[in-house]
């Protein structure tokens, strides 16, 4: 059996798509079509079931796969370690800009290879859906994602649980009063009056803390400030532009100068789970599983 058209299959088995596996493995749709019938018609046995949004596996292809793909990773992994002309592989890292930059990176800085060498590091910055993409594409070795990737094309492991929290100016809740001396559903119509600001006109951090600590939806229609950086955010809270809420790591400095504060705190705070993802049989080259080793090491310490 063509060792070629295996690693065909598991692609296309991890990726759900012939599309995805394509951009995957470097090669056109027909081309991956050719070759996965190809292998069927070597086998007898249809392996894949096409639907409208891509292809699932038939008992056949599940049990191929369940065989095939851990000694077709074992091999990537010997003719990877066999290719080293002795400078240490570049690590491309994705992942949301505050979380890298404050968390991840610094982390990671001093990461060597088993011979001692610097690791060599790529960084790029982007929301969930284009990092999972890119890293199902091959762009990236290593991905920090807040959403679990569904299938078998990407694993996944739990980093991290990220606190939220509400905070301002202190001057811009001095007529809301502290959270301590009302009732939550009080407090939270007189936070209704203030501006907000967010990362997106959504509101998607101040939405996820009403739901999760008001059962409400915000007042708001959108932001009075609206920018795609949680450190800008942060910047804005500081200079009174509105209510934000944050995670506790990126404004505990703020907290402890006093240019912030909490005008509540939940019994139980809003959190907001980190994954660590790669695609599927990576794991076991070294220059990835030693960024996840440090890393996972790492996070011991953010929770």
């Not at 056949?60 to 003719?79: K, Q, S």
Request: charged residues 20%.
């Amino acid at each position: 059996m063509d060792l070629a058209l295996l690693r065909t299959f598991v692609a296309v088995h991890r990726a759900g798509s012939f599309t995805r596996a394509a951009a995957l493995l470097g090669l056109s749709q027909p081309a991956v079509t050719s070759q996965i019938r190809a292998l069927e018609r070597q086998l007898g046995r249809p392996l894949f079931l096409r639907r409208a949004r891509g292809v699932v596996p038939t008992s056949i292809g599940d049990e191929l796969a369940h065989r095939a793909a851990p000694h077709l990773d074992a091999l990537v992994e010997i003719a990877e370690a066999g290719g080293d002309d002795g400078a240490p592989r570049t690590l491309h890292l994705s992942g949301p800009p505050e979380f890298l930059a404050e968390r991840v990176l610094p982390a990671l800085v001093g990461l060597t290879d088993d011979k001692g060498l610097a690791q060599p590091l790529r960084a790029s910055f982007g929301n969930d859906e284009e990092v999972l993409e890119g890293l199902a594409a091959g762009h990236y070795d290593l991905s920090v994602t807040t959403a679990r990737p569904r299938g078998s094309l990407l694993h996944s492991t739990p980093l991290c649980d990220e606190e939220h929290v509400l905070v301002a100016a202190p001057g811009l809740t001095a007529g809301a009063g502290s959270g301590r001396r009302h009732r939550p559903a009080d407090l939270r119509a007189r936070l209704d009056l203030l501006p907000v600001v967010e990362v997106h006109e959504s509101l998607p951090f101040v939405s996820r803390y009403w739901a999760a600590v008001f059962d409400a939806v915000p007042a708001a229609a959108s932001g009075a400030v609206v920018v795609p950086d949680l450190r800008a955010v942060l910047a804005c809270a500081e200079r009174g532009a509105g209510l934000a809420v944050l995670p506790r790591y990126l404004c505990a400095t703020a907290l402890e100068r006093g240019s912030l504060v909490v005008p509540y705190e939940p019994d139980v705070p809003p959190l907001r789970t980190y994954f660590l993802v790669t695609r599927t049989g990576t794991l076991g080259l070294p220059h990835i599983g030693r960024a996840q080793e440090l890393l996972h090491q790492a996070a011991t310490a953010w929770c």
